[in-house]
């Protein structure tokens, strides 16, 4: 069974697409987050919810 941890980001109102896709971008190369939720309020704000695999190494003899 996969396991995952998530990341939640907040961006207010006002931030653009671009500047949005930037952040995606940083946190998706530099840290192994995907996108799991994107939540575009009425008022312009975003909740954003990343999420990324956890490895649990195994012994082998």
């Known amino acids: 069974m996969v396991e995952y941890t998530y990341l939640v980001l907040r961006l207010p109102r006002g931030t653009t697409r671009d500047t ?14 995907e996108l799991d939720r994107l939540r575009l309020y009425p008022d312009g704000s975003r909740r954003i919810q990343l999420r990324r695999k956890i490895i649990r190494q195994v012994r082998t003899f």
């Open 20 to 33: 949005a896709r930037r952040v995606l971008t940083e946190h998706a190369e530099h840290g192994g987050w």
